[in-house]
């Protein structure tokens, strides 16, 4: 899933393509994504864009007439911007959107069509759309640690709520909390305003340093690159590889169709957390620490 850096490079290169043009034509392909019914997608015909925000994980398109495209990538979904005179063809094609500088195209790979549209009139019904987390780019201290303790969840668990923090999700939670040096696992109850202020340095720290590198990477053009697992992650989908702080093994905990990764030298005090699925199954035989881990045939 696309998160905040991901998300900000789209809303910028928005901002450099669509802003300021009119919408000539609109083509949905897919019966899932359009999740309202008024206005109609036909009439949007006509409107120019006038900017482009975030909410989150949200990408809004402004309308004139206040009226605002408010799409919800989820896991697959990207937008892609094509030249003039491109046709939506691939089964992974759900919309197409004609303007007179180019095409802009929401692709979603997978059979699961997660991918929505909701199209808001109005400050207040778009308003609706903001789950209410905070922005750890620009909160105090005091606002970040009181959020993080508002329910007693794990700190994994807290950082990926769009209703305590804005835009963060698996991966740079994953990035995050190996930088801070802290468990995935750890309560939020019993984080100390030090760890509190840790954390949130490195939030910004994480955030901060792919935002540059992926506006470096990206420069002018539209982002095509859009993923949740990327070469220079610390930890992230990185199971079984050496950690770049410590060398400890990089581990995993699978939950669904999602995993958290942590290393457990910088993280649990050499501690390997257990799994749900595997360490059940293993019982006596899963590995406790990194020295048992290293004992393992």
């Not at 802003?19 to 997608?41: A, G, K, M, N």
């Not at 780019?137 to 804005?166: G, I, M, Q, Y």
């Amino acid at each position: 899933m696309p998160e905040l850096p991901d998300i900000l490079l789209y809303t910028e290169a928005l901002q450099r393509h669509v802003v300021d043009q009119v919408i000539e034509e609109v083509t949905v392909r897919s019966p899932f994504l359009v999740r309202t019914v008024s206005p109609s997608i036909s009439s949007l015909r006509g409107k120019t864009v006038i900017g482009i925000q975030n909410i989150g994980k949200r990408i809004i398109l402004n309308l004139t007439d206040e009226v605002h495209l408010v799409f919800h990538l989820m896991i697959a979904g990207r937008f892609k911007w094509r030249p003039s005179g491109t046709r939506p063809k691939s089964r992974n094609d759900l919309m197409c959107i004609t303007f007179p500088g180019g095409v802009l195209l929401l692709t979603e790979v997978g059979t699961k069509k997660r991918a929505s549209l909701h199209i808001a009139v109005g400050a207040d019904e778009l308003e609706s759309y903001d789950p209410g987390g905070i922005d750890v780019l620009t909160c105090t201290v005091e606002t970040f640690a009181n959020a993080l303790r508002l329910e007693n969840h794990t700190l994994k668990r807290a950082l990926t709520d769009p209703r305590l923090f804005s835009g963060i999700g698996n991966a740079y939670s994953d990035e995050i909390l190996h930088r801070a040096g802290m468990s995935p696992f750890q309560w939020t109850s019993r984080t100390s305003d030090t760890e509190a202020g840790t954390l949130l340095s490195a939030a910004r720290s994480t955030l901060g340093q792919w935002i540059h590198s992926l506006r470096d990477e990206v420069g002018t053009s539209f982002p095509e690159k859009v993923t949740a697992f990327r070469p220079a992650m610390a930890v992230h989908g990185k199971f079984g590889m050496p950690c770049p702080i410590c060398s400890a093994q990089v581990q995993r905990i699978v939950y669904g169709d999602r995993e958290t990764n942590y290393c457990p030298g910088c993280q649990t005090d050499g501690i390997i957390l257990a799994d749900r699925a595997l360490s059940r199954i293993l019982k006596k035989d899963w590995p406790r620490n990194i020295e048992e881990l290293g004992r393992t045939p």
